[in-house]
């Protein structure tokens, strides 16, 4: 028997010559665990964003105020100070016009942020990669190929400095161990002495790094 818990509810799968009572008795063994379960579904359910004037967004761990402003061009978004400004037509600009210039340019911050801040850390580690690619993964942060290529979540730079580090770390030291070996943790944590601090961090709040 498989017991499953998502935003939707709770579900059982059972084989299809089960009697229907134990089933039941298996449910009923684990309410207090489907409860639980499932008040942390509801606890982690993201607002959507309406991408409207003064909604908060985050950006390397801090927030910033988005502002509309009226343009005679196609939604283009900047960053001043503790604002992310959008200019458009704002009487044709629609939800998803503007959602898709926020996502680009997430997406051009993060490639800029996270390839530097690899490269950085390359050189305080001695760990290189072959390649860097910035994407966009479903549920993942990173991943590191067999070659040494490495691939990160655009949606990292959303994150504090600190857990982005760690996510760069923790790929870098899969070009050494390709595996999460006690061998592959001994080498994060000789960089990282605090990393299960930030991978704490990435396990609570990594469903709100959404736009």
């Known amino acids: ?42 606890e982690h359910i993201t607002v959507e964003k309406q991408f409207t004037d003064g909604e908060v967004f985050m950006l390397l761990g801090k927030s910033y105020t988005f502002h509309l402003h009226e343009a005679p061009t196609k939604p283009t978004i900047t960053l001043n100070g503790d604002s992310i400004n959008c200019h458009a037509r704002l009487n044709k600009a629609t939800k998803i016009a503007i959602s898709a210039a926020m996502t680009t340019w997430y997406k051009q911050q993060a490639s800029h942020y996270l390839t530097a801040r690899t490269h950085a850390l390359s050189t305080e580690t001695k760990l290189s990669a072959k390649s860097i690619t910035v994407k966009t993964y479903r549920a993942r942060w990173g991943s590191c190929t067999i070659r040494g290529d490495i691939q990160f979540n655009w949606k990292l730079i959303l994150a504090p400095p600190e857990v982005i580090d760690y996510v760069i770390i923790h790929e870098l030291c899969h070009t050494k161990h390709h595996n999460h070996s006690k061998q592959f943790w001994q080498l994060v944590t000789h960089f990282r002495p605090d990393y299960s601090n930030n991978r704490h961090w990435l396990k609570i709040n990594g469903h709100s790094l959404e736009l």
């Open 1 to 42: 028997m498989a017991l499953k818990v998502n935003k939707d509810g709770a579900s059982i799968h059972i084989p299809s010559l089960l009697p229907l009572y134990f089933a039941e008795k298996f449910v009923h063994n684990k309410s207090s665990w489907i409860s639980n379960k499932l008040k942390q579904q509801a």
